[in-house]
């Protein structure tokens, strides 16, 4: 079993930042697969970054240049951080881990641009 938990969602302008953590009840280098996704209202869920174990990385043609997903391996705590945000970027977003053919989800964070 791997627990996640997301914060650090809120409310921020067009043009604001905003950086949302995921932590793991595992060590990050247990987990195959770690990424954010999010839902907005009458969408699909969506990959929005990914990182694997190795530290490879991929992000969504919509946020790539404005999103960046890291890691704190001492803390097992995996980050967003997201700049120039636009109100398309309006979401829950949740945490997602892959481990031992099974997949993992947090409750998610949700993110509202607006002014």
């Known amino acids: 079993q791997v627990q996640l938990v997301e914060s650090g969602g809120g409310l921020v302008q067009p043009g604001g930042s905003l950086t949302l953590s995921c932590a793991a009840s595992?060590?990050?280098?247990?987990?195959?697969?770690m990424a954010w996704f999010r839902q907005a209202p009458g969408k699909q869920r969506e990959l929005v970054a990914s990182?694997?174990?190795?530290?490879?990385?991929n992000y969504a043609g919509t946020v790539k240049g404005r999103f960046t997903i890291s890691r704190d391996v001492e803390k097992n705590i995996m980050y967003l951080q997201m700049n120039s945000l636009k109100p398309d970027d309006t979401a829950n977003y949740s945490c997602y881990a892959a481990w031992d053919n099974s997949n993992y989800w947090g409750r998610g964070t949700q993110v509202t641009v607006s002014s």
């Open positions: 990182m694997t174990r190795s530290g490879s990385t």
């Open positions: 595992k060590s990050l280098f247990m987990l195959v697969t």
